[in-house]
């Protein structure tokens, strides 16, 4: 007998999306469902002296100087005993009240996640929390099946997600809802590292926040824009550093009154104990990496030339649909200005004889959440799943069987993908020739709608 109940958990190094999938439910126009956005993490706070697990961070009422355990690291899930400490939370009454050995769970996993690891994945499903039956994938894999392609009609059978996430960016084509591997590019750039750059920046210029990571990740989500005309911006700048248009006064929180870090507005008189972060170029050189990660040193194109690359692996006869069917998901692509840089970029790279289209998704960063819940509300999602009793007859094994991972996905063998490997060698660096022609972009929302 089939559980009634799924739990889907999107399990993000930054945040956990978690939410119910009950049998007839319907994935519905809401931006989040039932989901709970959980912080992955336990947090040792120094002002309360309190340590918080996961959902429990919400309680914190001092945010300065907290000391963060993650269980990713560089991508990777590989503090075990901190994850489960945060999945006991999320599946306690206090956050999705779920009874595991009477539910299935859908779990995502990060992109070429490594043997070994998988193996403790199904060991912690079926072991220490008993579900019924599981299913693993990858954030991108679920796409196809929500809504951000589906512009008047089904998904595409040819896209590439964009998944701009914590650790990484990941370009993913896809291909009848399977993988193309032998295509799939990184860029080492993700939320992450432009939270540490700012954090650096901002203590070489100002105030000493290399602690304050929580601080500073607020002020780059609130600051912070990717610029499409960078070197006027930057030339704005460096002519009037304290006055421009650009420069905007972030005022750090006061804990102690309980207010958090703010924008200043214009007409706002600031109080003698006040302390302001001025926000100058920082607003755009940080992310700007995405699109120049050489700017610190990493010997990696930019995002625009990752996807070109990625696509030029792909069938020649394949390659315009995959140009007209790029997908936004991942917190890193919330900045103001990213979808019209990105698209200025990609255009300038795209053959004349395709359109480029590209999709937003209204919510980044559940979009994949919400694709998964419409995936679990899928009658043929029973049919995708490892069955506690196939786990304990076969082991792993049967996890192999059923989610083909990156490993058994390529085609180094293929002389067609060899040729393609072979002649993409140049644009994996990004030196695409190509002419500008008449303008042939269309924009896209999850809505559909044009633009």
């Not at 100058?280 to 050489?294: A, G, V, W, Y």
């Not at 394949?318 to 019209?340: D, H, K, Q, V």
Request: glycine letters at 6%.
């Amino acid at each position: 007998m089939q559980p009634l109940t799924t739990v889907i958990l999107d399990n993000g190094a930054f945040s956990i999306k978690a939410g119910l999938a009950r049998g007839g439910d319907d994935d519905g126009d809401q931006p989040k469902g039932n989901s709970r956005l959980v912080p992955n993490a336990i947090v040792r706070s120094k002002g309360d002296k309190t340590t918080y697990f996961g959902h429990q961070l919400e309680r914190c009422r001092d945010y300065s100087a907290l000391h963060y355990r993650l269980p990713f690291e560089k991508g990777y899930l590989v503090d075990w005993d901190a994850q489960k400490a945060v999945w006991d939370g999320v599946f306690s009454s206090e956050v999705l009240n779920a009874d595991t050995a009477e539910s299935s769970l859908l779990i995502t996993e990060p992109y070429f996640n490594l043997p070994n690891i998988q193996d403790v994945y199904d060991q912690f499903v079926f072991e220490e929390y008993e579900f019924h039956s599981y299913h693993r994938c990858t954030p991108a894999a679920m796409i196809p099946f929500g809504r951000l392609f589906q512009a008047g009609g089904p998904s595409p059978e040819c896209l590439v997600v964009i998944d701009s996430g914590f650790s990484f960016t990941h370009v993913v084509p896809i291909i009848n809802n399977q993988i193309q591997w032998y295509a799939v590019k990184r860029l080492d750039v993700g939320g992450k590292l432009l939270t540490n750059q700012l954090k650096e920046l901002v203590s070489y210029r100002q105030w000493n926040m290399m602690d304050e990571t929580y601080i500073m990740n607020h002020a780059k989500e609130t600051c912070c824009y990717v610029s499409t005309r960078f070197f006027e911006d930057l030339e704005t700048c460096r002519s009037n550093p304290k006055k421009n248009v650009i420069v905007q006064e972030y005022i750090l929180p006061n804990f102690s009154i309980n207010r958090h870090g703010r924008v200043r507005l214009p007409s706002e008189e600031l109080s003698a104990t006040d302390q302001v972060l001025h926000m100058e170029n920082e607003r755009f050189t940080i992310p700007e990496l995405l699109f120049r990660p050489d700017d610190i040193g990493l010997e990696q194109s930019g995002l625009a030339a990752t996807v070109a690359a990625s696509i030029s692996l792909l069938p020649d006869d394949l390659r315009g649909m995959f140009w007209a069917n790029i997908g936004l998901i991942g917190g890193s692509t919330n900045f103001p200005g990213f979808y019209e840089r990105l698209s200025s970029e990609l255009l300038s790279l795209t053959p004349v004889e395709y359109d480029l289209q590209i999709y937003r998704s209204q919510d980044a960063v559940t979009e994949a959440y919400r694709s998964a819940l419409a995936f679990a509300n899928d009658p043929a999602f029973s049919t995708h799943v490892v069955t506690r009793e196939e786990y304990l007859e076969s082991g792993s094994n049967a996890s192999r069987r059923k989610f083909p991972g990156w490993q058994s996905s390529s085609v180094p063998g293929d002389p067609e993908i060899s040729k393609i490997t072979a002649e993409s060698t140049i644009e994996e660096r990004g030196q695409l020739s190509r002419k500008p022609s008449r303008p042939r972009m269309r924009t896209t929302t999850t809505s559909g709608r044009r633009k």
